[in-house]
């Protein structure tokens, strides 16, 4: 062999289009597919080829020339290079005359080419891809035949199977499908043959094992009956594929098509189902023609096999193979028991190679085998949900919302520009990322500079890929400078980075999942270096802008550099932790130093207060205590210990001092005892001598004459706090007991923001906690003391929220960023869809919502005002659209003006307005807007015209328990009005039958006592799966209600709403819990049909304490079927404290209950509480699904919830489902389960057993 084909560098895929001129001056277009350093491999067409065969059998072409032009298109290249080895339509040759400018440059275009795939099955040499494409020619022209027959057959029994369907519609399909086969047998074919020749290109996006966009119930048995189909191929075939896997081992080639034989039956089996994806047909016509490929085409591969492993043998793989010794390795297997040989693998991610793994085992069970690969599945499902795509998604939704609303966004670019390419684009930015080197660039927006950049060239324009990842990296790193970690330094830098970035991105979107970047790297350790409160010393702040300006005008495609500057910001990381580290064991060796001191105070007061309180003491005692006596005990506990002799010689002295007051005659050894005073005072004055005062009266008690009384003075007993002190610890013991217990539960490293200056907070971080938590110190980000609270202190400071805990500081600034770019787009979107594109007022649903939130509130009473324009379809019709749509944004200013800082103000459509104002407010504004719409003047086009209104009023009353009925009730005001005649106004009253049944109502549920004992009524809903792949199967929500004195039944609604107002509802939330507990125990409803019950707890049941450990008590119970109980948290905009509520969902969780976000999308906070509260899953607003399947507007809005809710890996429901409509539709929207008539209607709790 000649020993040039022996490639001793790896190859580098290009697909750079050159010229080959074989010396006649004539030059042929060709492709280098690769290259190495000691040549490359050209493809060229089939008339290409010709010529080179004619120049070549002249006899004379020893040496060829290969021209290409470089990246930036101005410069060409010359490669002269010898035939190594020449095939049909491609050759590998060798370079006779190395040329490393041309070398380097084709490394650049390599790198520049964001087309360049990766692949999934490597050569690692010429003579070995030859082998592989002889081998996929072999499997296209083994199959071709078997296909023929496959069609035919195929269109027989798709004939058959329809004469046999159920129904007309199944037998339509049917036949429809076998008529599509037999025309488009040539078409199909193309598709599985492509498929077939190309084994080295990567798996299409969609194919099995890849990411899934869309996951659904017909997908996951479409991908469960491939892989079950292959893998009985695979036990059948087993020992020739056996030794075609360790020949293709041998030969050295990377595999990773997912699959462990890249040649095996799954290659044929794919290439088929890809080919029938074309044809879109149904779920059992699939079935059919699955049925018959596996009988015509898959059971028939042993020759194939058979001839795949000959190529190889002719080729010199192996031929002496002794297959016995790998099947008897092996052999043991098939003894282990069937745990191991379901034991689920540990889940890696998708884009690393997996382990090879045995063979099938024949006795696998077929339930193994489909447990095994379900949990694939869900897998790849799981993974389908990216930071990248759901940006991308919701971006794309608030487009077309804005497109829908007429505020489409303006083209940046001229309408004939032609699209960049990907060399094209590459020049740019790397000219955009030069510029961007200098730290002093102005902060300009990085979407603004890259197209500002475009449009110098004038007639060039991104396409709308690149425009969608240049959207999503502007929104990035305006994220990322918006991070209240970064100091003004770090974003400067930061911004350096952004061009970087955009490129590393537009190559490859994954950059957002991929943990090990070293482009987040660097960006995650600037920020640790860059901190916001801390300081940068000026050397390594200048070491750190060399890195980042190393980054700047070094880089073009190969990551090398960032890889280096991790590892240089990692020492400088070190050093910074080093000095913190050394600060902080300072600041605790001094607070631990202060504790001592603290407790050595504590045991001598408590000491002497044993030994003294309440006695008469000599004089000369209490002057040995104040002279240093005290100070010395104290000093004594802390170095020698409470168990010491010391410590109790010192104590003793007392003893002696008192017994010598009460007894001159006590046995007294007065030399020692003076002795031991004089040293011990002596250990504690600088000049080692006790004071004169001190010994003075120690001599005159001492050396008295006996007739003569010492002198004595009461010694009180010492109160540990004063009387007025005592008092107010009790109370305040009693209201901060809950923050009290949130700050015994804060741990040391846990990071807090101090908001004391609310405008510049900053972050502190506990590193030192007092025995019995009595104190705690807190550092900023030098390690140096900034805070040191006593517990009660911190507690206050907590409650008023001035220090507050941020468990997500740690996070690394890329992960934060990615999810507050997250949040933020959905924030845009969530404002899009609940305000009028117009005026910038709610729209109706948002009003509705709010006006649900104040009946939910009970504080404040308001009036609901609605206001209707009177003239204004003259003006419209006569001065034209736009001037009707400038009236209405005046009309809606003037109503602003009027109306409260506050106040909810909306556009409910047309030409109607309605906000809330407080009531006793409601007529005299009502008048004021009347007024002043009367006095505005409108003049278009020269015409004035003068506009009235009118306005309904409607106070917030008992009855009005609903928004639809306090809407419905300002309407009949609004009617009234309108009868008035223009510019009056008119106020709702209730009628006496409505009256006397809302009071009714309201005695019933403010009356509640016990439910045990009143006509309490429990009805459930069900709720189902909508894909084969979520959590749970069919649930039940438990719906309650009761009966009125006079037997009516109360709505659900109506019910919930008077027991929130009346305060009820914690007593019927308390009492539902252990009802249905009971049930599930006593009952035990078959999990077939229940799989669990769903219950309903208000928020503000959730702020009542004692029913939060009523619930968690029961469901502790040994007992307690928690398994089949889930809660749904309602209203949660009225709980009061949301972490102690995650606290409590967090401890049930760990008994395995699962919890639900309910009425999401109702408000901007519902992604503020999804973040803030550990559910499960979301309910969708039934607001959202009334009107899905032909609002637009609202599949967008779901369609976003949808992606925000599984990025955060929470399942979502949609309740109020009213159409098979609708249903279908969430279904394509990506939606997990279900609720609503369609689905089925309410029924009796006792109907499920």
């Given amino acids: 062999m000649d020993p040039r084909e022996r490639r001793s560098s790896p190859r580098q895929p290009i697909k750079l289009a050159a010229q080959i001129d074989a010396g006649s001056g004539e030059a042929w277009p060709c492709q280098i597919a690769d290259f190495c350093a000691e040549g490359m491999f050209i493809r060229y067409s089939g008339e290409t080829s010709g010529k080179i065969e004619r120049a070549f059998a002249g006899?004379?072409?020893?040496?060829?020339?290969?021209?290409?032009?470089?990246?930036?298109?101005?410069?060409?290249?010359?490669?002269?290079?010898?035939?190594?080895?020449?095939?049909?339509?491609?050759?590998?040759?060798?370079?006779?005359?190395?040329?490393?400018?041309?070398?380097?440059?084709?490394?650049?275009?390599?790198?520049?080419s964001g087309d360049q795939s990766r692949s999934s099955l490597r050569a690692p040499s010429e003579r070995v891809q030859f082998v592989l494409h002889q081998c996929a020619k072999t499997v296209t022209r083994f199959i071709e035949p078997l296909m023929d027959a496959c069609f035919v057959q195929t269109v027989d029994a798709l004939r058959v199977t329809a004469q046999k369907a159920p129904n007309d519609q199944l037998a339509n399909e049917l036949m429809d499908a076998s008529g599509q086969i037999q025309g488009r047998q040539r078409v199909l074919w193309h598709y599985m043959s492509r498929s077939l020749e190309s084994p080295l290109k990567p798996e299409p996006k969609g194919a099995p094992g890849s990411v899934l966009s869309v996951v659904d119930k017909n997908e996951f048995e479409d991908w469960l009956a491939i892989r079950v189909m292959v893998t009985r191929a695979d036990t059948q075939y087993r020992g020739d594929l056996l030794q075609l896997k360790l020949r293709l081992d041998k030969l050295g080639i990377a595999n990773r098509t997912g699959h462990h034989n890249p040649l095996g039956p799954a290659l044929v089996c794919e290439a088929f189902h890809n080919a029938l994806a074309q044809l879109k047909v149904s779920r059992e016509v699939e079935k059919v023609c699955l049925k018959t490929f596996e009988q015509t085409v898959i059971k028939q591969?042993?020759?194939?096999?058979?001839?795949?492993?000959?190529?190889?043998?002719?080729?010199?793989?192996?031929?002496?193979?002794?297959?016995?010794?790998?099947l008897s390795e092996q052999a043991p297997a098939r003894k282990e028991p069937p745990t191991e040989v379901l034991k689920p693998e540990p889940e890696t991610p998708l884009e690393k190679p997996q382990p090879e793994a045995s063979e099938s085992k024949p006795g696998q069970t077929a339930r193994g085998l489909k447990n095994r690969v379900a949990g694939e599945f869900r897998g790849y499902a799981r993974a389908a949900q990216t930071a990248f795509a759901?940006?991308?998604?919701?971006?794309?939704?608030?487009?077309?919302?804005?497109?829908?609303?007429?505020?489409?966004?303006?083209?940046?670019?001229?309408?004939?520009?032609?699209?960049?390419?990907?060399?094209?684009?590459?020049?740019?930015?790397?000219?955009?990322?030069?510029?961007?080197?200098a730290p002093e660039e102005p902060a300009v927006p990085l979407r603004d500079r890259v197209v500002e950049k475009i449009r110098e060239t004038g007639d060039t324009r991104l396409n709308a890929e690149q425009q969608d990842t240049l959207d999503v990296v502007d929104r990035f790193f305006r994220s990322v400078v918006d991070s209240p970690k970064l100091s003004d330094y770090a974003q400067s830098r930061m911004r350096q980075l952004e061009v970087p970035v955009l490129k590393v991105v537009m190559r490859d979107p994954e950059f957002f999942e991929d943990q090990d970047s070293p482009v987040r790297g660097v960006m995650n350790r600037l920020a640790q270096l860059g901190v916001k409160g801390g300081r940068l010393n000026p050397v390594v702040q200048r070491r750190v802008d060399e890195l980042i300006h190393r980054i700047a005008t070094e880089f073009e495609q190969d990551t090398g550099v960032f890889e280096q500057t991790v590892g240089e910001l990692d020492t400088l990381i070190d050093r910074q932790n080093l000095v913190y580290r050394r600060n902080v064991e300072r600041v605790t060796a001094a607070a631990e130093g202060a504790q001592k001191v603290a407790e050595s105070k504590t045991a001598v007061a408590s000491a002497l207060e044993s030994k003294l309180a309440g006695r008469k003491v000599p004089r000369a005692l209490v002057s040995l205590l104040d002279g240093g006596w005290r100070d010395l005990l104290s000093?004594?506990?802390?170095?020698?210990?409470?168990?010491?002799?010391?410590?109790?010689?010192?104590?003793?002295?007392?003893?002696?001092?008192?017994?010598?007051?009460?007894?001159?005659?006590?046995?007294?050894?007065?030399?020692?005892?003076?002795?031991?005073?004089?040293?011990?005072?002596?250990?504690i004055s600088s000049n080692h001598m006790p004071s004169s005062q001190i010994r003075d009266e120690l001599k005159q008690f001492l050396v008295r004459r006996p007739d003569k009384a010492p002198e004595m003075v009461e010694m009180p007993a010492v109160s540990g706090v004063r009387p007025d002190k005592q008092v107010l610890s009790e109370r305040e013991q009693r209201s901060l007991q809950r923050w009290i217990n949130r700050a015994q539960q804060l741990r040391t490293g846990d990071w807090l923001r101090d908001q004391t200056k609310a405008e510049d907070p900053q972050y502190i971080r506990l590193v030192w906690i007092a025995r019995g938590f009595s104190r705690f110190v807190f550092v900023n980000h030098q390690g140096m003391r900034v805070v040191e609270l006593e517990l009660e202190a911190l507690a206050r400071q907590m409650r008023k929220g001035i220090i507050v805990p941020d468990n997500q500081y740690d996070r690394p600034l890329v992960d934060e960023s990615i999810d507050r770019m997250v949040r933020n787009v959905y924030d845009q979107l969530s404002w899009a869809s609940t305000h009028d594109e117009l005026t910038r007022l709610l729209n109706r649903r948002e009003f509705e919502r709010m006006l649900e939130q104040q009946l939910a509130r009970r504080e404040d009473s308001r009036t609901l005002l609605q206001l209707d324009l009177r003239g204004f379809r003259l003006l419209n019709d006569t001065a034209g659209y736009q001037a009707g749509d400038e009236t209405l944004k005046r009309v809606a200013e003037v109503i602003c003006r009027h109306v409260g800082d506050g106040m909810p103000v909306a556009r409910p459509g047309g030409n109607e307005f309605a906000m809330l104002v407080p009531e006793e407010q409601g007529p005299e504004i009502a008048k004021a807007l009347l007024e002043a719409i009367a006095d505005e003047p409108f003049e278009y086009g020269g015409r004035c015209y003068t506009l009235n209104a009118n306005v309904g009023l409607a106070p917030e009353l008992p009855a009005l328990i609903s928004a639809e009925k306090w809407l419905k009730a300002a309407e009949q005001a609004l009617n009234s009005a309108r009868d008035k005649g223009p510019g009056r106004f008119s106020i709702y009253t209730l009628d006496a039958d409505d009256q006397a049944r809302q009071e009714q109502i309201a005695a019933r549920v403010a009356g509640l006592s016990n439910p045990d004992?009143?006509?309490?009524?429990?009805?459930?809903?069900?709720?189902?799966?909508?894909?084969?792949?979520?959590?749970?199967?069919?649930?039940?929500?438990?719906?309650?209600?009761?009966?009125?004195?006079?037997?009516?039944?109360?709505?659900?609604?109506?019910?919930?709403?008077?027991?929130?107002?009346?305060?009820?509802?914690?007593?019927?939330?308390?009492?539902?819990?252990?009802?249905?507990?009971?049930?599930?125990?006593?009952?035990?409803?078959?999990?077939?049909?229940?799989?669990?019950?769903?219950?309903?707890?208000?928020?503000?049941?959730?702020?009542?304490?004692?029913?939060?450990?009523?619930?968690?008590?029961?469901?502790?119970?040994?007992?307690?079927?928690?398994?089949?109980?889930?809660?749904?948290?309602?209203?949660?905009?009225?709980?009061?404290?949301?972490?102690?509520?995650?606290d409590f969902m967090l401890e049930m969780k760990e008994l395995g209950c699962r919890f639900c976000l309910g009425n999401f999308g109702s408000g901007p906070s519902s992604f503020q509480f999804m973040r803030s509260l550990p559910v499960d899953l979301i309910k969708i607003d039934s607001a959202f699904t009334g009107q899905l399947a032909a609002n637009q507007t609202d599949q967008a809005m779901v369609r976003s919830m949808v992606d925000m809710a599984h990025y955060m890996e929470r399942e979502v429901i949609a309740s109020q489902v009213e159409s098979r409509e609708v249903l279908d539709m969430l279904r394509q929207l990506g939606v997990d389960y279900a609720q609503g008539f369609v689905v089925e209607k309410p029924r009796l709790l006792t109907s499920l057993v």
Wanted: aromatic share 8%; charged share 25%.
């Fill in 59 to 112: 006899g004379s072409v020893t040496e060829l020339v290969v021209r290409f032009r470089g990246l930036e298109g101005n410069r060409r290249y010359e490669l002269h290079v010898s035939p190594v080895r020449r095939i049909d339509g491609a050759m590998g040759v060798h370079f006779t005359r190395p040329d490393s400018d041309a070398f380097n440059a084709m490394l650049q275009l390599c790198g520049s």
């Fill in 301 to 326: 591969l042993e020759p194939l096999y058979r001839e795949l492993n000959n190529i190889l043998i002719r080729h010199g793989v192996l031929p002496d193979l002794d297959l016995s010794r790998y």
């Fill in 390 to 437: 759901t940006v991308r998604n919701l971006l794309t939704t608030l487009q077309a919302s804005r497109v829908e609303n007429g505020e489409a966004t303006p083209e940046p670019f001229a309408a004939n520009a032609r699209p960049l390419s990907q060399g094209e684009l590459h020049r740019e930015l790397q000219e955009l990322q030069l510029r961007a080197a």
């Fill in 635 to 683: 000093l004594t506990w802390i170095r020698q210990g409470p168990d010491s002799q010391l410590w109790q010689d010192y104590l003793a002295v007392i003893d002696s001092l008192m017994a010598f007051a009460e007894d001159p005659d006590s046995s007294i050894n007065l030399p020692e005892l003076l002795r031991l005073i004089q040293d011990g005072l002596a250990s």
């Fill in 1013 to 1142: 004992e009143e006509r309490m009524l429990l009805r459930c809903q069900k709720i189902i799966p909508l894909h084969g792949s979520t959590r749970m199967g069919a649930q039940y929500e438990i719906l309650i209600s009761m009966y009125d004195d006079s037997g009516q039944l109360i709505t659900g609604q109506d019910f919930v709403r008077m027991a929130e107002r009346y305060d009820r509802m914690q007593a019927v939330d308390r009492w539902v819990v252990g009802h249905m507990l009971d049930w599930l125990r006593d009952q035990s409803p078959d999990p077939r049909h229940v799989g669990g019950v769903c219950i309903n707890l208000s928020g503000y049941s959730l702020n009542d304490q004692s029913l939060l450990e009523f619930i968690y008590e029961k469901l502790s119970e040994k007992d307690a079927p928690i398994e089949r109980l889930w809660f749904e948290l309602t209203e949660a905009s009225a709980i009061h404290d949301l972490q102690s509520v995650a």
